[in-house]
């Protein structure tokens, strides 16, 4: 059986937790961070069950303390790569049938692993092995993924009793919610846990296998989740774990005729590579592979004259700074009238003087270190850019250390272009350059803002006029996947905001909702009639 009629509950987003000082969640994570520290931890290759050491290994170190191993992970080669396709295919054979119901029940099984006793667990893994402050892996590593679990699985017997609405006396209409016809191949990002969860898994809840290629920088807490997914029941072969080179990986996988789709999330030149790939294949596929990408982004905030100076400050600090604005939601330019400019300029600069920078396991610490080494001088290069160029000046922060970890302090930089590379060019990285335009200028302004950035992924507009605001709804419609109305561009919720931007930042197929979910079935169409006629006349055809 393929599809099953049945209704899932609609789906509750998890509650956040504060770990305030004195919260039994603040103990709880604290006592599994020092057990993680405390051990070096092997992280093999894992194909259809089995766990595949190789000769060739590379470390994971935390980002805020390089000294420190927290593990050995193996490569996959050649072999294992043609492993995890073979393993799932042949996990396909039985998967792809078995009854949909049943298949929800290990996700939601998952999801609830995850909230105890995993959750500690993945939180502490994405604070250590990818620098998160312990709420921003709170809302990401342990929040986020149970609502994907838990929503992606009530979307799936939404997506099954999706069905025709009319069949004819002696007759049954149906649609089939097939799984795709091969392997689906899932590559991840390194700054959400949540995302290297749902990527592979939402095809796998439509009955897709999946061949799992997660960042190298985040392998930490992926080896973790296959721990969690193997827990829930999830069989054999439907989720294969390789890291390694995403060369090598990319090369066979891409190439094989029975490739059924690829679910990425990652930079924009590696996505435009994948897409050339498989356009170049394109013939010797099976079928045509189901491409869902999502990609870089230039994220705004736009002010306009009339918007809360003290919430737009707000928005700012913590729209570009949060996780070290290694979000691809992350606030990266701002547009601000210059009537308002003063007042904001002073409130804000006095609110990032106050951020606090350092290691994760101290609580009071509002950023941490951004992620590696390679990371680290390409976003100081953009510091140093704009600090020796006369048309910026940099107002907040503008310093960086990597003795000890890859710290670079929240950086402003005010600048008189509005061309100004910082304003155009991803940065990934805890940097805001701020533009201030001419107030009589609004759409003028806005038009710049929609033309200055190959990418659409999120914006916001801080207004408190109501026209102001719909002028900018309608002048920016396509210059955002997630608009935001006096919030800042960042923080996206599974069934609230689906998540996906145009242009240069993706497909748009909006995970968190139905939308990605449709795109990890083939439909089938299926009538079946009663009472088939027993001859060709028609009456037409009669004799008077």
């Known amino acids: 059986m393929i599809n099953a009629l049945y209704k899932i509950p609609h789906a509750i987003n998890e509650r956040v937790l504060t770990y305030a000082p004195g919260t039994p969640e603040r103990a709880s994570v604290k006592k599994v961070l020092d057990d993680l520290l405390s051990q070096t931890i092997e992280i093999p290759v894992m194909i259809g069950g089995q766990e595949i050491f190789t000769e060739k290994t590379e470390e994971v170190r935390c980002p ?43 996700f939601k099984k998952m999801a609830v692993l995850l909230s105890k006793p995993y959750g500690d667990l993945l939180n502490a893994s994405t604070m250590l092995g990818q620098g998160k402050t312990i709420y921003q892996a709170e809302i990401d590593a342990a929040c986020e993924l149970i609502d994907f679990f838990n929503f992606n699985t009530f979307y799936m017997s939404e997506i099954y009793n999706n069905q025709p609405d009319y069949s004819p006396e002696g007759t049954w209409n149906q649609l089939e919610y097939r799984p795709l016809e091969g392997f689906v191949f ?21 009955g897709n296998t999946v061949v799992w290629k997660p960042s190298r920088t985040q392998i930490y807490s ?10 829930a029941g999830l069989p054999d072969g439907v989720i294969n774990f390789l890291p390694g080179s995403g060369k090598m990986i990319g090369d066979i996988v891409l190439n094989h005729p029975d490739l059924a789709g690829v679910h990425f999330t990652g930079s924009t030149d590696v996505f435009q590579h994948i897409w050339k790939t498989i356009g170049t294949n394109i013939k010797s596929y099976k079928s045509y592979p189901r491409v869902v990408g999502e990609t870089g ?31 691809c939601s992350a606030a990266s330019r701002a547009y601000i009238p210059s009537n308002i400019w003063e007042e904001l300029r002073e409130k804000y600069v006095s609110m990032v003087n106050t951020v606090k920078t350092g290691s994760p ?3 009071t610490n509002f950023m941490s270190a951004v992620i590696d080494e390679t990371a680290f001088e390409r976003i100081t290069q953009y510091i140093e850019y704009a600090r020796k160029d006369p048309r910026a000046e940099i107002i907040t922060g503008g310093g960086y250390d990597k003795s000890t970890g890859y710290f670079i302090e929240p950086t402003t930089i005010v600048t008189t272009d509005p061309k100004f590379r910082t304003m155009e060019e991803e940065i990934f990285g805890p940097v805001l350059t701020i533009y201030v335009y001419d107030e009589t200028k609004y759409r003028e302004t806005l038009e710049l803002c929609d033309q200055t950035s190959p990418y659409a992924l999120t914006g916001a507009v801080f207004a408190r006029d109501r026209e102001a605001i719909l002028t900018a709804k309608d002048m920016l419609v396509n210059a955002a996947g997630n608009f935001y109305i006096n919030d800042k561009p960042t923080g996206a919720v599974v069934g609230q905001q689906p998540f996906g931007g145009a242009r240069a930042s993706g497909t748009n197929d909006k995970a968190g909702s139905s939308i990605n979910l449709m795109r990890w079935v083939s439909v089938r169409t299926v009538k079946e009639n009663f009472n088939p006629p027993k001859t060709y006349e028609y009456p037409f ?3 008077k």
Not at 222 to 231: D, T
Not at 303 to 317: P, Q, T
């Open 297 to 327: 982004g230039k994220d705004f905030i736009f002010a306009h004259e009339s918007a809360d100076v003290d919430a737009l400050a707000v928005g700012m600090l913590r729209g570009a700074f949060e996780y070290q604005g290694q979000k």
């Open 361 to 363: 396991l101290d609580f």
């Open 186 to 206: 899932a590559l991840t990002p390194f700054n959400f846990t949540s995302i290297a969860g749902n990527l592979p898994t939402a095809p796998a809840i439509m």
């Open 64 to 106: 805020h303390d390089h000294r420190h191993v927290l593990a050995t992970y193996h490569l996959a080669g050649e072999k294992e790569i043609r492993m995890a396709i073979d393993a799932a295919l042949e996990a396909r054979k039985t998967w792809a049938n078995m009854p949909a119901e049943s298949r929800a029940a290990i």
């Open 222 to 231: 992926a080896y973790y989740l296959m721990k969690l997914f193997k827990e």
């Open 541 to 543: 055809m009669e004799e």
